[in-house]
Nanobody, 122 residues
Framework: QVLLVESGGGLVQAGGSLTLACASP????????MGWFRQAPGKEREFVAA????????YYADSVKDRFTVSRESAQNTIYLQMDSLKPEDTAVYYC???????????????WGQGTRVTVSS
């Protein structure tokens, strides 16, 4: 059973924008928090952004602050990650996660999607 599905990844030039979406056909958005993580080749999975159920509480990694925006659309069982001013160092597989509480750590999240690849060229 598929519970979280990421989409919207692709190839973009530096300075461009992409919007990622995470759909939850398995009702994973019933968790109190959703987050985005990313993993580059040879690197650990790292926190990107998180959002609470109300959509009013958000957290961002310093590396994406002021460039990325996370939002939640509970009626459509979807969260989004709007990525602007993309840099080559943003290249990674981006993962959607769901968990019982808002946080920035991997252990805050109990369910994960399969990821969507983002490649930023120079």
């Amino acid at each position: 059973q598929v519970l979280l599905v990421e989409s919207g990844g692709g190839l973009v030039q530096a300075g461009g924008s992409l919007t990622l979406a995470c759909a939850s056909p398995g009702r994973a958005l019933s968790y109190s928090a959703m987050g985005w993580f990313r993993q580059a080749p040879g690197k650990e999975r790292e926190f990107v952004a998180a959002i609470g159920w109300s959509g009013g509480s958000t957290y961002y990694a310093d590396s994406v602050k002021d460039r990325f925006t996370v939002s939640r659309e509970s009626a459509q069982n979807t969260i989004y990650l709007q990525m602007d001013s993309l840099k080559p160092e943003d290249t990674a597989v981006y993962y959607c996660a769901a968990g019982p509480g808002l946080g920035t750590l991997l252990e805050n999240y109990s369910h994960w999607g399969q990821g969507t690849r983002v490649t930023v060229s120079s």
